[in-house]
């Protein structure tokens, strides 16, 4: 399907409007287009596909040294679908956490939430707001004042759900090819609105959000202006 997109986006005043009025004590991202670089269906099945994105681990570790508590929150429907076990996506996520402090040696997850589910209708699972809720009340956090980024249609509709204002959607994963092959601006830019031409309007139901260029060009951009 062609997605022609015109974007009606906010001026650098507005952009900083939407940060937080500090930072948040919670930042939610999720894992694969955002952490790593994403691999594509059925994803990540085991360690050696596991590559960060640019900046990522530096950027966990500003968020760290600044007092935020940082957690993960993925599907991996590849574990109810049985071509991944559990053992094997914790060996995953110990890569994760391993190169995330080569990088950087503060670059600590603090908690990782995940939904091996493959019904959709599974309260925990994305684009349902289960697990992001879930990550507020164990981290005592409103979840109007913790910060999502995510790169998938999905991850926008959840932090919707689950009442989060600030929202950050990633060129990396799926991000650029959701927002119809248009990379994002440096610096990030509020999408207040969009005018999109085609079968599915959802996206125009997540708006505002936040469009970066990368998980770390986001915590530049959260840090910036809180």
């Not at 269906?41 to 085991?46: N, Y």
Request: overall charge negative; hydrophobic content about 40%; charged content about 20%.
């Amino acid at each position: 399907m062609v997605l022609l997109l015109i974007l009606v986006a906010a001026t650098v005043a507005s952009a900083v409007a939407f940060a937080p009025p500090s930072l948040p004590k919670l930042v939610l991202l999720d894992r694969d287009g955002v952490i790593n670089e994403d691999v594509g269906a059925p994803g990540v099945v085991c360690k050696t596909q596991f590559e960060l994105t640019p900046g990522a681990g530096k950027a966990i570790g500003i968020l760290k040294r600044l007092g935020c508590n940082v957690v993960v929150i993925t599907n991996q429907s590849c574990v109810g679908k049985k071509l991944l076990t559990l053992s094997e996506l914790d060996e995953i996520h110990k890569e994760m956490q391993k190169r995330l402090l080569q990088t950087d040696g503060c670059a600590v997850i603090d908690q990782i939430y995940v939904c091996t589910s493959v019904d959709e209708n599974d309260p925990r699972k994305k684009p349902n707001p289960g697990m992001m809720i879930e990550a507020c009340q164990d981290w005592g956090v409103d979840a109007a004042e913790s910060v999502f980024v995510g790169d998938t249609l999905t991850d926008m509709q959840a932090a919707s759900a689950a009442g989060m204002s600030t929202r950050i959607l990633v060129e990396t994963g799926y991000g650029f090819g959701l927002m119809g092959s248009q990379s994002a601006p440096s610096p990030p830019q509020l999408i207040e609105k969009t005018r999109i031409q085609t079968k599915n309007s959802d996206l125009s139901m997540v708006t505002p959000f936040l469009y970066s260029t990368n998980l770390a060009e986001a915590v530049n951009w959260l840090v910036g202006n809180c």
